[in-house]
């Protein structure tokens, strides 16, 4: 089926581990999207990729990077995991320019505990 | 910054009974507006937009908002809920100029009931 892919879904850490969470689409879009899920304070925007070899922070850099392999893949990087990342992260996609307004396309999430 | 504002955290509401998700936006010039639906342990999927014209517009399962520029409000209704509209639903805003990014209000928890 066409959408967002995330992997892993569930993944533990120790504090201070590192590990990249992967995101592929296979629609051809342009533009893709890290938010973080935390009770309370909704979807916040880690960083995105308007276009393949382009990547912006978004509200919430500090503590994460970001690779745009190619149109396909967009992925997420904690160097030095920290309990303050505990979080549902969640990839998206849209198709490009005025794309967004026709909304986004969510993948099913990663839950990541940091202990 | 907070673009948008849901005004209840939490719903609970019996089965058949309707019901209605307050939204308020912060801005002073045209946005577009989204409603997004999470149920457990999925992603997001789009409920409904408003980008311009009519100003009722109504999405999938039965939802519809309503879109008011004077009160700055998005509010979304439904008149009859099933349990299987238990789910969390944000608010969402495109601001003109910010690279067409959504930012999220930071959502209600409808829990239907029978």
């Known amino acids: 089926n066409a959408g967002v892919t995330q992997t892993p879904k569930f993944q533990v850490l120790k504090t201070g581990q590192s590990m990249t969470l992967q995101c592929a689409q296979d629609?051809?879009?342009?533009?893709m999207y890290w938010y973080r899920q935390d009770p309370g304070m909704g979807l916040r925007l880690i960083y995105y990729?308007?276009?393949?070899?382009?990547?912006d922070k978004g509200e919430v850099p500090n503590g994460y990077n970001v690779s745009r392999l190619n149109k396909r893949e967009f992925s997420l990087r904690l160097e030095s995991a920290a309990p303050s990342q505990t979080s549902v992260y969640f990839c998206?996609?849209?198709?490009?320019?005025?794309?967004?307004?026709?909304?986004?396309?969510f993948g099913s999430g990663t839950r990541l505990t940091v202990v | 910054a907070q673009s948008v504002t849901q005004l209840d955290s939490q719903v609970p509401v019996f089965e058949e009974a309707p019901v209605e998700l307050r939204c308020n936006y912060s801005?002073?010039?045209?946005?577009?507006l989204f409603w997004y639906v999470q149920y457990p342990n999925q992603g997001l999927q789009l409920l409904l937009k408003?980008?311009?014209?009519?100003?009722l517009v109504k999405g999938i399962n039965g939802f519809e908002a309503e879109f008011n520029k004077s009160q700055t409000s998005f509010h979304l209704r439904k008149p009859s809920v099933h349990i299987s509209d238990t789910a969390e639903y944000f608010c969402?805003?495109?601001?003109?100029?910010?690279?067409?990014?959504?930012?999220f209000g930071a959502g209600t928890t409808v829990t239907v009931r029978a």
């Open positions: 629609m051809n879009h342009n533009s």
């Open positions: 990729s308007a276009s393949e070899g382009t990547t």
């Open positions: 408003y980008l311009s014209g009519s100003t």
């Open positions: 998206a996609s849209s198709e490009p320019v005025t794309g967004p307004l026709h909304g986004y396309t």
């Open positions: 969402a805003v495109i601001l003109p100029g910010d690279d067409y990014k959504l930012s």
């Open positions: 801005s002073s010039v045209s946005v577009y």
